[in-house]
């Protein structure tokens, strides 16, 4: 998953170009220098903002200026210690559009290791209010380790199938994922928080450009 910091270095040579700034009509691009590596551009009209670069292409509506919209984590993220505010979350939501191809579009992917990390809480939480012994729980969490979580990196459909087929007896008690198919075992994708970052730091550039020193 990216992070802040590994955001920051990817674009810590991008430069800001102003391709039209009027009023809510805005063409802002950011890129390094003689090369469109990572690039992206801020394209907004009245209620509308498009995302477009090498991470994808993204279309919120929320406000009728969307720059003001992606402000408002800001401040909080400022004094939490982070320097760009970011909320995949609730901006997903505002989402009329998602880049995608034949192979994939979304803003979340099943996630192996969330499925993993799922699949042992829900077993520990079991083996805890049922009170299996020692040796109980050991036999029990091998024949899961064996059957079930080898699966996790098969894919969202085996590793469903895997967990939900999944029924065992130790020590006179059966044990089952029972309704695990509610389970969210989703993240958001690597290209689509990497497109929050951008949203936060792009505009907050813009905003800076737009200071002006008070004079003496």
Known sequence: MITESRFLKEVDQHVME??????????IRFRRPGTMCMHFDLITWPGYLCYCGDMGT???????????????????????????????GYWS???LAVDGNRRSAGVKEFSAARF??????WLANWMRHEGLDKEGRRELRRLVEDQVLPSAHDGE???FDAVMGFSEEVDGQRFEFTDF???DCTEYTHRFVWCCYALAWGIQKYDESKTVPEAA
């Open 157 to 159: 459909v085996r590793a």
């Open 18 to 27: 102003v391709i039209r700034d009027d009023g809510l009509y805005r063409h």
């Open 116 to 121: 993993e990390r799922t699949v042992k809480d």
């Open 181 to 183: 198919w509610e389970v």
């Open 93 to 95: 939501e505002k989402l």
């Open 58 to 88: 993204y279309v919120f509506s929320r406000l009728s200026d969307m720059f003001e919209f992606f402000r408002t984590d800001r401040d909080y993220a400022h004094r939490s210690g982070r320097k760009l505010g970011i909320n995949p």
